[in-house]
């Protein structure tokens, strides 16, 4: 992405005094270089902050209180970007920001409110052509949440407690908050994850909540037409007996299909179709008294399972009872053991001590009786799976039998007393009228339950297209991905590391981004994270290296998200000879490096930024904020010097600014 830092501009609280603009060249290496105290830390805070983070981190007292807003000129494609955001005054932050765009945009006397926070974060996500859906579908867990500009700062800032640190590689990763959600985003940064993939991964979700709604559509229809069937039979043989129907076949024996083209065919006919017959009421008479016989046989078998069943749980539960009543008694005897251990001394009891009469003998009744408990307790505790097996069967032909029994009753129900009709209206036609009515409304239900197959239909295409877009969205691959770009980056940090001041130039270098740290392999085999390897100059030269790695990988990308700049805080810090424990006032403002073995170590972070740029293929921009000055990096090539601010009156702030 396209996106560098081409001005950084103050204004004043004081309206007599014009705002203060610092430029900055594009895909060059940007220095700006002084004494401590000069407001060069502030750089990272105020870009971060102009860059709509959620608190503002610009050091109170002096740049605070001379500013009453901060901007930065951000050089995108083919435009510029102004953003400003106002001092927050005695608030962490203000949401109040002024944004202007264009092809050169004009610096404002004073900025006027034209916009806020969060229309800036927004309008930056769309800049950096980020996915608007959540890496996860359908969660409230943050850490999955979409992609956000504010997350790629990560890889733009290198302040002075990051630069050199041993445990913490990139910017905020040292919070879990930040740190969990860049390890979640960290296959899409890499370009693993692409927004369609995201995209994919979202109608895979949508698609499996379609296709659970119509799998359970489908499984209450193929329910309905299941108890549909349990009466099926009944309702066609009281068509028989009203001489609507003539069959010669066993109405049980044909096929589901089959029975429901009889009753869409009867559907059709009218009461005066209807010829009650002799041998039909003696058929259907018959069928009943089948049917009654049956319903007994099965009632039988029924109440003997239940009785079995009953047996069954009452034994159950009664040797649960009795494994319980063992183990309170084992573990009331078991002390009898320890007793035991200690009566090895014939003349003195392990409680009493030396008596006259020794309770051996006791201790060796209950250390008997707590080994044959202990037996007892190893044969109940657990029940046979023979046992277990055998309850299981009897549960599930109770519950066979019981369809069997319900499904029995309901075609004699339906049969001995067709539509609750009385004796005397039983075969009239006005009754028969009534039986055809509910014949109907029967035969359109099956219509409806005939949509099963539309539904079959249907979810077989909708896992047909879940095949498909899982092939898309193949773990596997994106995995493969993973590891190629993450390949990639340790080849550009091997190639850099050996220009920088490190202890192990040539030990292969491995990108963890699951740790959002670095493994270094020995030449005896062994890895070793960062925080294992000694030295502020070696956590330097890695963070150097690496951080420079990925935007070199980033440059390579058809695409990035990622804004091509990134800014050191003061790298050179481990070099000068300056005591952290010292007090502030007694520190020297503007260190010197003494050490000639230092000051080439210093500029070879400069040449391995410059070699770095080179060997970029479309550019980036790096900021530098040092101590270090142009004796160190004068001569390299790619190097800009933003601002000196050594001697009277040549800092961030000018005197004339502070109240």
């Known amino acids: 992405m396209n996106f560098q830092i081409k001005k950084l501009i103050l204004w004043p609280k004081n309206p007599n005094f014009k705002p203060k603009e610092i430029e900055f060249k594009l895909k060059k290496i940007n220095i700006i270089t002084g004494a401590s105290r000069t407001g060069k830390s502030a750089i990272i805070p105020i870009i971060d902050y102009c860059l709509a983070s959620g608190t503002c981190y610009i050091p109170v007292k002096t740049i605070r209180n001379a500013c009453s807003w901060f901007g930065i000129v951000i050089q995108a494609e083919n435009k510029q970007i102004l953003l400003a955001r106002r001092e927050p005054g005695i608030q962490k932050s203000t949401d109040d920001m002024y944004i202007a765009e264009g092809g050169d945009v004009v610096t404002p006397e004073l900025p006027v409110k034209n916009t806020n926070k969060n229309v800036v974060k927004k309008y930056l996500d769309e800049l950096a052509a980020l996915s608007f859906l959540d890496l996860e579908a359908d969660t409230d867990n943050k850490y999955f949440g979409r992609p956000s500009f504010r997350d790629l700062m990560a890889f733009c800032f290198q302040p002075q407690n990051i630069v050199a640190n041993a445990n913490t590689l990139f910017y905020k990763a040292d919070t879990t908050e930040h740190r969990t959600k860049l390890i979640n985003i960290f296959p899409y ?37 299941q108890k549909w069937k349990t009466e099926m039979s009944g309702w066609l043989a009281a068509a028989v007996e009203y001489g609507l129907l003539k069959t010669n076949d066993d109405l049980s024996q044909l096929t589901f299909e089959d029975q429901i083209e009889l009753l869409a065919s009867l559907s059709q006919k009218k009461a005066s179709d209807a010829g009650v017959l002799r041998e039909n009421i003696e058929t259907s008479s018959q069928e009943i008294v089948s049917l009654r016989k049956e319903e007994n046989k099965i009632s039988l078998m029924l109440t003997s399972f239940k009785k079995r069943y ?156 879940l095949t498909r877009l899982r092939s898309q969205v193949n773990e596997f691959a994106i995995k493969q991905r993973i590891n190629s770009a993450l390949r990639k980056i340790e080849g550009f940090t091997i190639k850099l590391l050996p220009h920088l001041d490190s202890e192990r130039p040539n030990d292969p270098v491995e990108m963890d981004y699951e740790n959002l740290s670095i493994k270094v392999s020995g030449e005896d085999g062994r890895d070793d994270y960062l925080w294992e390897i000694g030295s502020g100059s070696n956590w330097l030269a890695y963070h150097i290296s690496v951080t420079l790695a990925f935007h070199l990988f980033f440059n390579s990308q058809t695409h990035s998200s990622v804004p091509n700049f990134i800014v050191y805080d003061q790298p050179s810090q ?77 800092k961030l702030i000018p005197e004339e600014w502070i109240v």
């Not at 890499?190 to 499984?219: C, F, Q, S, W, Y």
């Not at 007793?339 to 250390?367: M, Q, V």
């Not at 499904?407 to 028969?432: D, F, G, H, M, V």
Request: proline share 2%; charged share 30%; hydrophobic share 35%.
């Open 189 to 225: 940064i890499l370009g693993a994850v692409t927004p369609e993939i995201i995209a994919k991964r979202h109608e895979i979700n949508v698609l499996l909540k379609e296709l659970r709604r119509k799998e359970k559509d489908l499984a209450k229809l193929k329910d309905v037409a």
């Open 310 to 465: 009953t047996e069954m749980s009452q034994l159950m539960e009664s040797v649960e009872s009795y494994r319980e009543s063992l183990t309170i008694q084992v573990e009331r005897l078991h002390v009898s053991k320890w007793l035991r251990s200690l009566s090895n001394n014939e003349e003195t009891c392990p409680i009493f001590g030396k008596i006259d009469r020794h309770p051996k003998e006791l201790i060796e009744k209950f250390y008997s009786s707590l080994t044959q408990l202990e037996e007892e307790s190893g044969f109940t505790a657990s029940i046979p799976a023979a046992f277990e097996r055998e309850y299981e069967n009897v549960k599930t032909e109770i519950m066979k039998l019981t369809e069997q029994l319900v499904a029995i009753q309901k075609r004699i129900n339906i049969q001995s007393n067709i539509l609750n009709a009385s004796a005397e209206e039983k075969y009239t036609i006005e009754n028969i009228s009534r039986f055809l009515g509910q014949i109907q409304y029967v035969s359109e239900t099956f219509k409806t339950i005939g949509l099963d197959s539309d539904l079959s239909t249907e979810i077989t295409e909708i896992n047909d297209r």
């Open 574 to 650: 481990v070099y000068f000879p300056q005591k952290l424990s010292i007090k502030d006032s007694e520190k020297d403002l503007d260190p010197k490096l003494i050490n000639d073995e230092d000051q080439i170590a210093v500029k070879k972070i400069f040449l391995t930024m410059s070699k770095a740029l080179k060997n970029s293929n479309n550019g980036f921009q790096v900021i530098v904020l040092e101590h270090a000055d142009n004796s160190i990096w004068g001569d390299i090539a790619g190097v800009h010097e933003v601002c000196e601010w050594r001697g009277k009156n040549n």
